[in-house]
Every structure is written in structure tokens, then in C-alpha cells.
């Protein structure tokens, strides 16, 4: 009963980052309990890519969906741990700061925009990639963007979460699958971002409506520029792996 108090505890605290986890987890269990490939090294790829890792050629040939399923494909055990781990450091501190949907749309537009990045980065390559780091850089930066406007205390800042997050984010581009220009495409939009989100919230601290309004339109014209990417990349002829 006390692991099951803990957790729930840790669940109110972070709703939406303990979501995210769980989102990613049972992605990974339900994939590898229905399909036996994922097991084996010669089948790895395929199973990376029937479970929606991202292929650029795939994905300007139509299968747009890859840019957002990728951000919930992991390679492995460790590649899961790692990011998942980064995920809760720093996701829990910056998921009291701002409002919930800005949060979601913060993690989702990094993820988008690394894929992004990374499609661009190998368009004329059969690169797979796959992973929720540009995602989870995104919320780093973001963290990092909020501290900067507020002029938080260097005492006062999560040093220790953000670094912890970055080495672990970046010991993954070690690891097969795991396209850096993700990590850097995730963290650049993460910190524009987030540093706008903080602004509205500042300047309009006791005006919801406003802010809120404000924030989704940020979002809006963030996802009309994914669109409008997607399209001047887009490929005519369809593309089988």
C-alpha cells in the first residue's frame, strides 16, 4: 500500500509528467509484447519503423503522422530509462511554473520541430530515428528560457535538474536511432518557446483570458509553420522502405 501511496502522491504532483511517462512506457511494452521483432537485431529497424519511428523519405512521401509517433518510439531499455528519467527531472519543476496546456504544447511542438529538424537534416539519407529527447530538450530549454526572464537566483534555479537531464538527453546521442539534429531542432524551439509562454505570463500575471488566449495563438502559429515546412519538403511520388 505505501508503493502505491507514493505513487499516487507523485501523481498529483506532476499529473501531466507522470501522463507523459506512463504515455511512453506503455508504448514501448505494448509494442515489444505484440511484436517479437523488437528482439531480434536484424528485425530491429523494421519493428522501429512499423511503430512509428521516423524516416524522412517516409515521411515527406505523406506519412506526416511519423513526426509526431517517433517522439513515442524508443530504441531500447536504456534509451526508454534515459529519457524517461530526464523527463521527470525536469518536468516536475516546470509543470508548476506554467499552465498545463502550455506545458503539452511546449513538449509536443519540440518533439515536432526536432523531427523536423531531423527530416530536413536526412532527407537524402534512410536514416531512422526515433525517441523523445528533442521533446524533453524542449522542456529543459523552456525551463532554462523561464529562469532567465524571471532573473531567478543562481541559488534559487534547478542547476542540478537541468544538468542531470542534459547529460542524460546527451549520452544518448551516443546510442544507434538517435539523430542529434532531433536534440538540437527540440531544444532550440523549446527555449523560443518557452521564453515566449514566460513573457505572456508576465506581462499578463492576473489576466487569464489574456494569456491564455496569447499562448494559443503562439501555438497556432507554430503549428501553421510546421505545416508550411512539411509542405516545401513534401515529396510528389510516394516512398516505400
Known amino acids: 500500500m505505501s508503493y502505491f501511496k507514493n505513487f499516487r502522491y507523485l501523481f498529483q504532483q506532476a499529473k501531466i509528467t507522470s501522463i507523459l511517462v506512463l504515455l511512453n512506457v506503455a508504448w514501448f511494452v505494448i509494442s515489444h509484447l505484440l511484436d517479437s ?6 528485425t530491429k529497424m523494421d519493428f522501429l519503423i512499423d511503430w512509428g519511428a521516423d524516416v524522412s ?26 529519457n524517461m528519467l530526464a523527463l521527470w527531472s525536469v518536468g516536475i519543476i516546470l509543470e508548476r511554473l506554467i499552465p498545463s496546456f502550455a506545458f503539452i504544447g511546449i513538449y509536443l511542438l519540440s518533439g515536432l520541430f526536432g523531427s523536423l529538424a531531423s527530416d530536413i537534416s536526412t532527407l537524402h539519407h534512410s536514416v531512422v530515428s526515433c ?3 528533442g521533446a524533453i530538450l524542449g522542456i529543459i530549454t523552456a525551463l ?3 529562469s532567465l526572464i524571471n532573473r531567478t537566483d543562481l541559488q534559487e534555479m534547478p542547476i ?22 532531433a536534440h ?12 515566449l509562454v514566460t513573457i ?8 487569464c483570458q489574456i494569456y491564455t488566449k496569447l499562448i494559443l495563438l503562439l501555438f497556432a502559429i507554430s503549428c501553421l509553420l510546421l505545416y508550411l515546412l512539411y509542405k516545401y519538403y513534401q515529396m510528389d511520388g510516394g516512398f516505400h522502405y
Not at 542534459?166 to 539523430?179: Q, Y
Not at 538540437?184 to 518557452?194: D, K, R, Y
Open 37 to 42: 521483432r523488437a528482439f531480434l537485431n536484424h
Open 57 to 82: 523519405l517516409l515521411t515527406f512521401s505523406g506519412e506526416y503522422w511519423r513526426l509526431l509517433t517517433n517522439i513515442f518510439v524508443h530504441e531500447g531499455l536504456i534509451h526508454l530509462a534515459m
Open 131 to 133: 525517441g523523445a529527447s
Open 144 to 146: 532554462l528560457a523561464y
Open 160 to 181: 542540478k535538474s537541468i544538468v542531470v537531464s542534459l547529460i542524460l538527453t546527451a549520452g544518448l546521442g551516443l546510442l544507434p536511432s538517435i539523430d542529434n539534429m
Open 184 to 195: 538540437i531542432g527540440g531544444a532550440v524551439s523549446g527555449f523560443i518557446l518557452g521564453g
Open 200 to 207: 505572456c505570463l508576465k506581462k499578463f500575471r492576473y489576466q
